[in-house]
C-alpha cells in the first residue's frame, strides 16, 4: 500500500512557476512508477506527466511538454512536479498517483493509488 499527499498548488499569474510534491508513505515506493494527473471543471482527468521506478524514464502531454519537469528521490520518497510559463489552461486540479507493473503510463486505469489532489489555478 502507498498512501500519497499532495502539495504546493495556489494561485499564480499566467507565465509564472510553482512547484508541486507528492509525498509518499508505506513501503516499496521505490518500486511504484509515478504520474501526475490533473483534472478541471466539467472536464475527464488528463495525463500529465509519468516516471519510472528508477527515475530514468519521463514522459509528458504534449500540452506540458518543455514547460513541466517531473522528478523522483526514492530516499525522501517524494515526486515534485515543476511547472513553469504556466498557462490559465493549465487550471486544475493535480493529482499524484502511483502504478505497479502496468506499462499505460498515460491511463488513469494503470494507476491503483492516488492523493486527494491540489488545486492550481492560473489567472490571465
Known amino acids: 500500500q502507498v498512501q500519497l499527499v499532495e502539495s504546493g498548488g495556489g494561485l499564480v499569474q499566467a507565465g509564472g512557476s510553482l512547484r508541486l510534491s507528492c509525498a509518499a508513505s508505506g513501503r516499496f515506493f521505490s518500486t511504484y512508477a509515478m504520474g501526475w494527473f490533473r483534472q478541471a471543471p466539467g472536464k475527464e482527468r488528463e495525463f500529465v506527466a509519468a516516471i519510472s521506478w528508477s527515475g530514468d524514464s519521463t514522459n509528458y502531454a504534449d500540452s506540458v511538454k518543455g514547460r513541466f519537469t517531473i522528478s523522483r528521490d526514492n530516499a525522501k520518497n517524494t515526486v515534485p512536479l515543476q511547472m513553469n510559463s504556466l498557462k490559465p489552461e493549465d487550471t486544475a486540479v493535480y493529482y499524484c498517483?502511483?502504478?505497479?507493473?502496468?506499462?499505460?503510463?498515460?491511463?488513469?486505469?494503470?494507476?491503483?493509488?492516488w492523493g486527494q489532489g491540489t488545486q492550481v489555478t492560473v489567472s490571465s
Open positions: 498517483a502511483a502504478r505497479l507493473g502496468d506499462n499505460r503510463y498515460w491511463s488513469t486505469a494503470a494507476y491503483g493509488y
